[in-house]
């Protein structure tokens, strides 16, 4: 009788024993278990895609379900480079983020995974690679080609008599503009521009770009090594942001880029805007017609030249090399189904309406007509270099802040350069 016990508890420890080791096993097996699940954190600024980013990601955990991608998006009128420095600071580092270029290489270089193996870097159309290469390393990848000028109502435009394609110099955006303000009231306009001021990165890197690329020859990079800036074509500069900023909504100091693109272009309140296609999407939602067939894109006038299309990598994906090695890997195979998988490429085309930076597309698909409009300047080769991603670091910051400066009073024009050049020389003498 106590033999039969004890064969009973042998059967019964060996059998619980069982069941735990089949636990196990299951939590490491194909079912995506606790043991093997890879949480993906992803930190990044363009609130644009957000919805549709959000959409892929879970497409992308349904056809791989031992992972969980989180993402946070932090932009739009928020300082994503004071977020992520922020994130970095707090310890809980994201397995994926965004950089700019080659400042910001330099300031996050510790935290940059080589990406030079992946299929996404084999892809990368020539030029787009040349802000994040260092050492024979690929520490980024682009998002895709964006580009920015002057966005107009088609309808407006018509009706106020202005051809666009006339608009190639200052005097002629001058006449145009006071045109329109003059029929302004016939025009349902409540002004001809909206001008976010409030937004720094409107002037600080786009607008100031336009004028200060001549002085680098439209390098990223030699303006990333420039000991100083001379704002050469700074009088020019000034005529933008003066015409803008008087043919504005007011105040443009608190315009923000919501009521620039949602309140005011959208509902057809204004009938320009300075931004890039970026804003097709937002359009999109609150007038689908007009955003398919209302809307235009001009370059913005240096002066009196004629001037190509600014066209450039916006920012890149970076993936951290302090996370953990599964987490890395399951980062460069998520990157690479993105760009380089059938249906990563038709969300980068249909959802995303990127202008891709990759090889084996169908451009013929790209989506909206501002997309189409700079991808033709690209072929042709009219474009301007973004060099804002080679400015001194937190020098774009401080020179947005000072345009609010000068459109407020609070600074003459003279004084605006001469501060903004002790700037960058204070910055990179550092």
Sequence with gaps: MKRK???GGIFSILLIFSVILAGCSSSTGGDGGSKDKVTLDIFQFKVEFKSQFEALAKQYEKENPGVKIKISTVGGGNDYKSAITAKFASGEEPAVFNIGGPVDVEQYRDRLLDLKDTKAAAAALDGTL???????QVLGLPFNQEGYGLIYNKRIFKEAGINPEEITSYSALEAAVKKIDSKKDQLKLDAVFAYPVKEKWVTGNHLSNVFLAPEFDGNVLEASKSPTVKFTD???FKQLVDIQNKYSVQPTASLDYSQQVEELFSLEKVAIIQQGNWV???VYDMDPELAEKGIGIIPIPNG???TGMPVGVPNYWAVNKKSDEKVQKEAKKFLDWMYTSDEG???????FKFIPAYEGYDVEKIADPISKEIYKYSQAGNTTGWVFNGYPVGWNDELGASVQKYVTGKLTWEEFVKQNIENWEKIRSK
């Design 5 to 7: 016990k004890w064969y």
């Design 130 to 136: 040349d802000g994040v290469k260092e050492d024979g």
């Design 234 to 236: 700074g009088d020019k």
């Design 280 to 282: 097709y999407n937002t």
């Design 304 to 306: 009196e030249k004629a």
């Design 345 to 351: 490429k038709k969300a980068v085309l249909e959802d």
